[in-house]
């Protein structure tokens, strides 16, 4: 659910940094508000108006239940792009708030509230420093929302913590920490060792005067589980995603090629404790 090309832009330079969080901050707003027209046409067909997919597996909320029940309750969508899991939401019962740092994807969450005539409050911000109360709402969620962007997750999971109420559900999906070591292809050439999983470096790409224009970080699993309970959350499960069979659709490095060997897509079912 990342970036719209598999192979950075001709002239741009890329590699790996130890980039901190403003940088990151930069280049995803670059990044995401002049790719946002490009990436709802090639992948809003598949996510839809009004849909909730957790990834390109096509794994739905509407069959996976990772939210429990949503019904009467205040939604917290995480970087929501497009705002089409919060659409979905409202159809449910939920009252969503979706947020995201790009006006070029709340743009198109407009174009998309246009079309279906659901409407959804749309804020923009940083989820690094969230512009909501304390323990304000009630569950919150994220389909590739900002979690894989920024330089530092465990802020994530934390401004998360403290706007949850007691007992709310965190459930958020990211790119599975294993591709880190991958090639970024679907097929056979993505199924060889290239990079150390324990290579915390940010991929980034800068444009020729040294603007970083694309960054994708990395946690391992360890990690992960670290930022999780270092913000107070409990972890109930990492869901991972199978490649359903049959299925021929490509998505950057997902597909059912490599889809039938490896994971690409982690999904954490964390809970602030209640009481
Ligand atoms: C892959 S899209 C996911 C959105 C939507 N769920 C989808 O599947 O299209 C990633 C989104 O995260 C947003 N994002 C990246 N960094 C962010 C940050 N620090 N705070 C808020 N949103 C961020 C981007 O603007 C983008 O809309």
Same mark, same amino acid.
């Given at each position: 659910m990342c970036r719209v090309e598999t192979t950075p832009a001709v002239d741009a330079a890329y590699g790996y940094e130890d980039l901190d969080d403003g940088a990151a901050r930069v280049a995803s707003r670059h990044y995401w508000d002049s790719e946002a027209d490009a990436y709802q046409l090639e992948h809003g067909e598949f996510l839809g108006d009004a849909d909730f997919v957790w990834s390109p597996e096509g794994l739905r909320e509407a069959d996976?239940?990772?939210? +429990?029940d949503v019904a009467g309750r205040t939604v917290l969508e995480v +970087?929501?792009?497009?705002?089409q899991c919060s659409r979905w939401l409202t159809s449910q019962g939920a009252r969503p708030i979706a947020f995201d740092m790009s006006s070029g994807q709340l743009r198109q969450a407009r174009i998309k509230e246009g079309r279906t005539g659901v409407v959804v409050p749309l804020v923009q911000a940083d989820a690094t420093r969230l512009p909501f109360a304390d323990a304000s709402v009630d569950l919150a969620c994220s389909a590739f929302g900002a979690v894989p962007f920024v330089a530092e997750p465990a802020a994530v999971m934390r401004e998360v913590a403290r706007v949850l109420r007691p007992g709310g559900r965190w459930v958020f999906s990211t790119?599975?920490?294993?591709?880190?070591?991958?090639?970024?292809?679907?097929?056979?050439? +993505?199924?060889?060792?290239?990079?150390?999983?324990?290579?915390?470096?940010s991929y980034t790409e800068r444009e020729a005067? +040294?603007?970083?224009?694309y960054v994708e970080t990395h946690r391992t699993i360890g990690d992960r589980v670290r930022d999780v309970v270092a913000a107070g959350l409990e972890l109930l499960d990492i869901v991972e995603p199978e490649w359903p069979e049959g299925e021929t659709r490509v998505w950057g490095q997902w597909g059912p090629v490599r889809g039938e060997y490896v994971p690409s897509t982690s999904i954490f079912v964390t809970r602030r404790p209640a009481g």
């Open positions: 996976a239940r990772l939210l +429990g +970087g929501c792009g497009a705002a790119t599975h920490p294993f591709v880190w070591c991958l090639p970024d292809e679907p097929d056979e050439a +993505g199924m060889r060792i290239i990079h150390s999983y324990f290579d915390r470096r005067d +040294g603007t970083p224009s």
